[in-house]
Antibody
Framework: QVQLKESGPGLVQPSQTLSLTCTVS????????VHWVRQHSGKSLEWMGR???????SYNSAFTSRLSISRDTSKSQVFLKMNSLQTEDTGTYYC??????????WGQGVMVTVSS | DIQMTQSPASLSASLGETISIECLAS??????LAWYQQKPGKSPQLLIY???SLQAGVPSRFSGSGSGTQYSLKISSMQPEDEGDYFC?????????FGSGTKLEIK
C-alpha cells in the first residue's frame, strides 16, 4: 500500500540547515510528484514545494533561496534541505503524494524545533 | 498569493446535526479546491477534491459545493468520528494555499 515516512532531526539550532528525508513505498517517484507541507503548532498549513515526477522542482517563493528539494529514485526518497533556520520554522513537516494537485497520501510528519 | 479565508474558526455540533464550513478565495479558483480533515496528532486526510468530488473511502455524508470564490463543505448528520480540524486548499495557482482551519467539536 502507499506509504510515506519523514525522517530527520527533531532539534535544529538557529541559523543552521534542516535536512529531512521522505521515504516512499507503494508507488514510484517517476510516476507521482511529492510535496512538502509544514504545519505550525497553531494549526496553519503551508505548502513549501514539490518534486515533480520528471525530476523538476517548484518552490513557494516565501522560502526563496533557502529551500532545496531533491530525490534519489533508486532509494524511493525525496529530500528537503532548508538553510538559515529561525524559530518561526518550528513546526511539523509533512511529505505528501500528489493527486491532481491535491494531496492524497501524507506521511506521519516529523516535528522540528528550532532552538539553541 | 491567493488568500483562503475559512469560517467559522470553531464549531460545536450535536450528533445528527448538519453543519457547513465555508471557504472564500481572494480571487476565482475555478473549483480547484480540496477539503481535508485532521484529527489530533494525525496527518490531514483528503475528503473532497475539485470542489465536489468525494475521495475514495470517505463517507457520503461529506459533500462539497461552490464555484468562483465561494466554497463550502457540508457534513450531513454529524458523527462522533467527525470531530477534528478541517482545512480547505486551493490548487488553482502556485503557491498552493490553505485556509486557517475550522475546529469541529461535538456539543
Amino acid at each position: 500500500q502507499v506509504q510515506l515516512k519523514e525522517s530527520g532531526p527533531g532539534l535544529v539550532q538557529p541559523s543552521q540547515t534542516l535536512s529531512l528525508t521522505c521515504t516512499v513505498s507503494g508507488f514510484s517517484l517517476t510516476s507521482y510528484s511529492v510535496h512538502w507541507v509544514r504545519q505550525h503548532s497553531g494549526k496553519s498549513l503551508e505548502w513549501m514545494g514539490r518534486m515533480w515526477s520528471d525530476g523538476d522542482t517548484s518552490y513557494n517563493s516565501a522560502f526563496t533561496s533557502r529551500l532545496s528539494i531533491s530525490r534519489d529514485t533508486s532509494k524511493s526518497q525525496v529530500f528537503l534541505k532548508m538553510n538559515s533556520l529561525q524559530t518561526e520554522d518550528t513546526g511539523t513537516y509533512y511529505c505528501a503524494r500528489n493527486y491532481d494537485n491535491y494531496f492524497d497520501y501524507w506521511g506521519q510528519g516529523v516535528m522540528v524545533t528550532v532552538s539553541s | 498569493d491567493i488568500q483562503m479565508t475559512q469560517s467559522p474558526a470553531s464549531l460545536s455540533a450535536s450528533l445528527g446535526e448538519t453543519i457547513s464550513i465555508e471557504c472564500l478565495a481572494s480571487e476565482g479558483i475555478s473549483s480547484y479546491l480540496a477539503w481535508y480533515q485532521q484529527k489530533p496528532g494525525k496527518s490531514p486526510q483528503l475528503l473532497i477534491y475539485g470542489a465536489n468530488s468525494l475521495q475514495a473511502g470517505v463517507p457520503s455524508r461529506f459533500s462539497g459545493s461552490g464555484s468562483g470564490t465561494q466554497y463550502s463543505l457540508k457534513i450531513s448528520s454529524m458523527q462522533p468520528e467527525d470531530e477534528g480540524d478541517y482545512f480547505c486548499q486551493q490548487s488553482y495557482k502556485f503557491p498552493f494555499t490553505f485556509g486557517s482551519g475550522t475546529k469541529l467539536e461535538i456539543k
